[in-house]
T-cell receptor, first 113, second 112 residues
Framework: SQTIHQWPATLVQPVGSPLSLECTVE??????LYWYRQAAGRGLQLLFY??????ISSEVPQNLSASRPQDRQFILSSKKLLLSDSGFYLC????????????FGDGTRLSIL | KQEVTQIPAALSVPEGENLVLNCSFT??????LQWFRQDPGKGLTSLLL?????REQTSGRLNASLDKSSGRSTLYIAASQPGDSATYLC???????????FGAGTQVVVTP
């Protein structure tokens, strides 16, 4: 069966520090991968999605970037964190065959001080 | 731009009562619609996915309907239990790449 792992579960970072969140999927090949942010009092917002290695699409302009160095690895990064980057970050995957459900990881709670 | 609305934002029902959760969307040109459950501080759990060509989908005590022409989906949970307490999110699939547009969710409390 397929599983998705995200780490770390929680992270507290000072303003201006770098960020790296990692997500890996097991049990499937060439999945579509997604990064979402869930801010307090707001719905889930799609940040990035990827249909293959090195193929990243950004949905909103922001202080973040994403990379997919391996088929089942998706990384969310920032060079300098802002206070507004605080939130709950969720990684998800779906089969690359159309019309399949998305499956989410347990998320990373990011607090910026 | 697709907008997804879930009303009410919160709902409290006694155990055993049926739950009815509503989701509306502005653009009927959707690929699919997915319902999720989110427990506090956790990720999302996929409950049901309805393809755009389908009218409903069922899994155990859960039944979801889809009316594209009116821009609505309804999630029914039969005979609610305290373990059903969670936030339920509706998401519309907007393209073939699987991108989802989420509603803000309905927070459900089932009291014993």
């Amino acid at each position: 069966s397929q599983t998705i792992h995200q780490w770390p579960a929680t992270l507290v970072q000072p303003v201006g520090s770098p960020l790296s969140l990692e997500c890996t999927v097991e049990g499937t090949s060439n999945p579509n991968l997604y990064w979402y942010r869930q801010a307090a009092g707001r719905g889930l917002q799609l940040l990035f999605y990827s249909i293959g290695i090195g193929q990243i699409s950004s949905e909103v302009p922001q202080n973040l970037s994403a990379s997919r160095p391996q088929d089942r690895q998706f990384i969310l990064s920032s060079k300098k964190l802002l206070l507004s980057d605080s939130g709950f970050y969720l990684c998800a995957w779906s089969s690359n065959v159309g019309n399949q459900p998305q499956h989410f990881g347990d998320g990373t709670r990011l607090s910026i001080l | 731009k697709q907008e997804v609305t879930q009303i009410p934002a919160a709902l409290s029902v006694p155990e055993g009562e049926n739950l009815v959760l509503n989701c509306s969307f502005t653009d009927s040109a959707i690929y699919n619609l997915q319902w999720f459950r989110q427990d506090p501080g956790k990720g999302l759990t996929s409950l049901l996915l309805i393809q755009s060509s389908q009218r409903e989908q069922t899994s155990g005590r859960l039944n979801a309907s889809l009316d594209k022409s009116s821009g609505r989906s309804t999630l029914y949970i039969a005979a609610s239990q305290p373990g059903d307490s969670a936030t339920y999110l509706c998401a519309v699939g907007t393209d073939s790449w699987g991108k989802l547009q989420f509603g803000a969710g309905t927070q459900v409390v089932v009291t014993p």
